[in-house]
């Protein structure tokens, strides 16, 4: 799959939207269960009761579609995201990527995928405190090969995408939670991923500042796959589907 350019227009919410299936299909779950506690799961003995976090999941996610998922704590939002993004193996069931299975891959394997087509925005942004900005964006690029320069130039195109060229230099401590959720996302914009997984993205945010992130996952989904799971209503407004967990089951799907 051909890589995305950099848009430099405005934001906008206003998404039009083509028939889906004249869309590409990005991400595929079907019959996905997963259960921690079960014999062989990492950190946890075979004699322990297992917890099915996910329960005969499938779904498709199309290029240039925004899914948002939604329900109470354990009813496996964040465990389809960690599927998704090769973080964990589903007990049984098969996860697609681009139509490349992630079942029966090595961690490495799952690793190399999950660099080259998954950017990840977590609740708590995960940035290095001792990295500024650009180096904060930049890092993932260290692992393939472009030199130093290029990895700055990159880093600084898309921290003055997402509204932070004059912060290119400041420390994490140095920035508001909007701000550094905004290097997050320029982070996980960095490799050009064909699939964005966001969980809680404005979680730590308050309200202003989380519509103004919500705003720029929605300009950065025109053309890629955008995964968010999230309890907050305002954030689950810009998907085009939401999809209603409960106890590891879907059981609503819609718009």
Do not use: C, W
Not at 144 to 155: I, Q, V
Not at 156 to 178: D, F, M, N, W, Y
């Amino acid at each position: 799959m051909s890589k995305h350019t950099l848009q430099q227009d405005a934001h906008s919410t206003d998404r039009p939207r083509t028939d889906e299936a004249e869309l590409p299909t990005v991400v595929r779950l079907a019959g996905v269960t997963h259960e921690y506690g079960s014999s062989g799961a990492r950190g946890v003995s075979g004699s322990d009761r297992a917890v099915t976090a996910l329960e005969d999941v499938s779904l498709d996610v199309h290029a240039g579609e925004i899914v948002g998922f939604e329900g109470p704590s354990g009813s496996g939002k964040s465990t389809i995201l960690h599927a998704v993004s090769g973080l964990l193996v589903p007990s049984s069931g098969t996860v697609e990527l681009l139509g490349t299975p992630l079942e029966g891959r090595s961690n490495r394997q799952r690793t190399r995928l999950r660099r080259e087509h998954v950017g990840i925005v977590f609740q708590r942004f995960h940035l290095l405190p001792s990295l500024s900005a650009r180096a904060n964006v930049a890092l993932p690029l260290v692992q393939t090969g472009l030199p130093r320069t290029a990895r700055r130039e990159r880093a600084e195109t898309l921290l003055e995408r997402v509204g932070l060229a004059e912060r290119i230099t400041h420390l994490p401590g140095e920035l508001s939670g909007g701000e550094r959720q905004r290097v997050a996302i320029a982070r996980a914009l960095v490799t050009d991923p064909d699939v964005i997984v966001a969980d809680e993205p404005t979680g730590e945010l308050d309200t202003e500042t989380g519509a103004d992130v919500l705003e720029l996952l929605t300009d950065i989904g025109r053309d890629r796959a955008v995964l968010v799971a999230s309890h907050d209503e305002p954030t689950l407004a810009v998907a085009d589907r939401v999809i209603t967990l409960r106890d590891g089951r879907v059981v609503s799907d819609g718009s």
